[in-house]
């Protein structure tokens, strides 16, 4: 009883404090995508559209008409800047973003002080120049000639992969002046953001960066959108604030486990296998267990349901809760950027297509436990209804990528066995064996000649990726993750 209400307590206490950070923020206004006319007229590479897609892999890109996206069409690098007609001083500002392959956009608060977003997805663990990066200062010689901007680079890279939706937030402190024009202080990013991961923290930014459009330092200005590559921006919105009104615009940061420094466990030199519980909203999953890797891409599994329930990057978990007060509490954090996937079963026996998809896993369902293999990674034994299981999860293309293969024993489950690979509220087939999953947050990847065998449906507004016991073989099943 005492570890369910100290869990209760955590959980109700992070969800009051997110209530309150949220009702608290001043009200949002929206750039609207309807079509152009919040901008400035000089930007005609840019253009208004309903959906797109960046294959990560062949920068090929997919678009359809409608409203609602801002799509910029052009790769030449002489484009026009995109500046709005609304000025801002102290802003809270969000919006989403799409990156062509090896694209770079950046945003300029007050069309002065600048964030390049960039595709570096591909960049091996490396923060240097990563998505994020703030253009701090110009340094100049004697003469007074331009030399070359100083960056400051996250604190991590947490950039997801080429046509995924990603989310920028950040708070801009506008510089001040006195009466007579002097500048008393300096603009500053309180907070930035990206995918939901703290990047920066208390950034002065002395000056103005050496590409921005704007070359004079002033109480207000437009945001820019300068870009030489092909993207996509949604969903902009931004909010004014007062200097006394900072605290209630600024993302809550977690508050450590009775004063305690936050125990980090990071893999070094080989893979690290952790059983914990995990979070989800106000329950508890106690059979699970958390899988690291020392190129910095981990998973967390469900083995109740079979099901891997976490993806992320970065650093690994912070386990205090583990280790404080005798471990009471058992709940390792993921830390970096986390996408969530659902915790229902990743096996069942489906009477019919329409049949819903259980919430729990059937009885034939039996958890044999892991032994590692060569390289020190678990594979799990399960059996269901005497299909014999084996699965193993893997890195793969520069730890770009999480592969999952299931091997299986014999076929004695029968015809009407289902897998389920991804659910969600949206799921579009690609092209490439890509599959787009919850409206373009991750990928999952099919090899060939699995394709022909999967099944996209929709229960109950629900999307689901199935691949039916027909479509399975001796050669087992591998699909791969991709964010």
Not at 87 to 95: A, C, I, R, V
Not at 262 to 274: A, M, Y
Request: aromatic share 10%; charged share 20%; hydrophobic share 40%.
């Amino acid at each position: 009883m005492k570890t369910n209400y100290l869990f209760n307590i955590i959980i109700f206490s992070c969800s009051l404090i997110l209530t309150l950070h949220a009702q608290a923020q001043p009200a949002y206004q929206e750039i609207g995508m309807t079509d152009k006319t919040a901008f400035a007229d000089n930007a005609p590479d840019w253009k208004i559209a309903g959906d797109i897609w960046y294959n990560p892999f062949r920068n090929k890109l997919k678009e359809e008409a409608g409203t609602g996206i801002l799509l910029n069409i052009s790769s030449g690098n002489n484009q026009a800047p995109l500046i709005t007609k609304m000025e801002h001083g102290n802003m809270l500002l969000e919006f989403d973003f799409m990156l062509a392959p090896h694209a770079s956009v950046t945003v300029y608060l007050q069309g002065r002080y600048g964030i390049r977003l960039t595709d570096s997805w591909t960049n091996k663990n490396s923060i240097a120049q990563a998505c994020g990066t703030i253009l701090n200062e110009n340094l100049k010689s004697n003469a007074g000639e331009i030399q070359h901007a100083l960056n400051i680079s996250p604190r991590s890279n947490v950039a997801r992969a080429p046509g995924l939706w990603q989310h920028l937030r950040a708070v801009f402190q506008a510089p001040q002046f006195d009466a007579n024009g002097n500048k008393k202080s300096n603009a500053r990013l309180l907070q930035v953001a990206l995918n939901d991961v703290l990047i920066h923290e208390g950034i002065i930014l002395p000056y103005i960066a050496s590409d921005a459009p704007f070359k004079s330092e002033s109480k207000t200005g437009p945001l820019v959108f300068s870009t030489g590559n092909r993207m996509a921006f949604k969903n902009i919105h931004y909010a004014f604030f007062e200097d006394r009104e900072i605290e209630k615009v600024l993302m809550p940061v977690p508050v450590p486990i009775n004063g305690k420094v936050p125990l980090v466990v990071t893999p070094v030199n080989k893979t690290i296998i952790q059983r914990c519980f995990l979070g989800e909203k106000d329950r508890k999953m106690t059979v699970c267990a958390v899988i690291g890797e020392p190129g910095q891409i981990h998973y967390g599994i469900n083995l109740e349901q079979g099901s891997i329930i976490r993806l992320w990057k970065g650093d690994f978990i912070d386990a205090t809760t583990m280790w404080e007060s005798r471990g009471e509490i058992q709940l390792a954090r993921p830390l970096g950027s986390v996408i969530s996937l659902p915790s229902q079963p990743l096996f069942a026996q489906l009477a019919n297509g329409q049949a819903p998809w259980p919430q729990l896993m059937q009885q034939e369902y039996k958890l044999k436990g892991y032994f590692l293999d060569k390289q020190g990674r678990p594979v799990f034994n399960y059996t269901f209804n005497g299909l014999q299981i084996s699965d193993r999860t893997v890195p793969s293309d520069d730890n770009r990528i999480l592969t999952r293969t299931l091997q299986f024993g014999n076929n004695a489950a029968g015809n009407d066995l289902c897998i389920r690979l991804a659910a969600g509220d949206k799921i579009e087939k690609l092209e490439d064996g890509l599959y787009a999953i919850n409206n373009k947050s991750y990928y999952l990847r099919l090899d060939g000649n699995k394709q022909r065998g999967a099944i996209l449906r929709n229960i109950n507004g629900r999307e689901e990726l199935l691949i039916p016991a027909s479509a399975l073989s001796a050669q087992g099943l591998t699909w791969s993750y991709i964010w």
